[in-house]
């Protein structure tokens, strides 16, 4: 059975994708991880691609997963892509969702200005408590606050570089969400034509939030795109 990685997004954790995971089994053997800061898995490093990518190392060595495939959603396709050119052959293929890509210090700013813990406990409570309980017993506000510096970091400095993109060798499928506001077209397909080989399909009707896409229409999506 082919085995299949699950990566999560910012802010996010293995605990969103249990009703993916469970559409999923039947024809994968599937796996969900959460990064180091992430979904109650405690971190003292600073948040960064890099950190993230030697995670998803360190979790297929103890799997001892040779061939891989890899979903990565937003950021986890992000890490995913930067394992992919950093060491080819630890993963298989890959398939992202949302992914953001279009990386500078204005798109940084609007971005991390959205990541004000206080506020969000303030203005959106449901938001708050749902953080905190998908990363029990970790500090959400601290977690946010290292991802805010995570998107500050790749304003000033891009993780994935036209050389990365040049260096993978794996099929890659590249999906965003006809509804997504986060990620523009522009910048995925600018990405799909520096992967040699890749491919980029719009999603219609789809959202950026994981929470607001069709669990079934995704299952069903990694399954064609894996098969």
Same mark, same amino acid.
């Given at each position: 059975? #082919? *085995? %299949?990685?699950? @990566?999560?997004?910012? @802010? ?11 559409? =999923? *089994?039947?024809?994968? !053997? ?16 600073? $948040?960064?691609?890099? =950190?993230?990518?030697?995670?998803? *190392?360190?979790? %297929? ?20 892509? *930067?394992?992919?050119? =950093?060491?080819?052959?630890?993963? &298989? ?5 949302g992914t953001k890509f279009a990386w500078s210090p204005e798109i940084a700013a609007k971005e991390t200005a959205m990541l004000n813990p206080d506020k969000i406990e303030e203005k959106v409570p449901k938001f708050a408590q749902a953080l905190a309980q998908l990363h029990a017993p970790l500090n959400w506000k601290e977690m946010m606050q290292k991802t805010a510096d995570l998107m500050r970091n790749l304003g000033d400095n891009p993780e994935?570089?036209?050389? !990365? ?9 590249? %999906?965003?969400?006809?509804? !997504? ?6 910048? &995925? %397909? ?9 491919? $980029?399909? #719009? ?17 069903? #999506? ?6």
């Amino acid at each position: 059975m #082919k *085995k %299949l990685l699950i @990566l999560h997004g910012a @802010l996010g954790g293995a605990a969103q994708f249990e009703g993916l995971t469970a559409q =999923l *089994k039947e024809n994968f !053997d599937v796996a969900v991880m959460n990064f180091e800061g992430h979904g109650g898995r405690p971190s003292e490093k600073a $948040f960064s691609i890099e =950190l993230f990518a030697e995670n998803v *190392k360190e979790e %297929l060595r103890n799997r001892d997963w040779s061939e891989t495939a890899v979903f990565g959603y937003s950021m986890g396709g992000y890490v995913a892509l *930067k394992l992919a050119a =950093l060491e080819p052959g630890r993963i &298989t293929s890959i398939l992202t969702l949302g992914t953001k890509f279009a990386w500078s210090p204005e798109i940084a700013a609007k971005e991390t200005a959205m990541l004000n813990p206080d506020k969000i406990e303030e203005k959106v409570p449901k938001f708050a408590q749902a953080l905190a309980q998908l990363h029990a017993p970790l500090n959400w506000k601290e977690m946010m606050q290292k991802t805010a510096d995570l998107m500050r970091n790749l304003g000033d400095n891009p993780e994935l570089t036209s050389e !990365d993109f040049a260096a993978i060798t794996i099929p890659v499928t590249l %999906l965003l969400g006809s509804e !997504d506001t986060m990620v523009s077209e522009e910048e &995925t %397909l600018a990405v799909q034509q520096q992967i040699p080989g890749s491919r $980029f399909t #719009k999603m219609e009707g789809w959202q950026h939030p994981i929470e607001r896409v069709n669990t079934a229409e995704l299952a069903e #999506k990694i399954q064609s795109v894996f098969a």
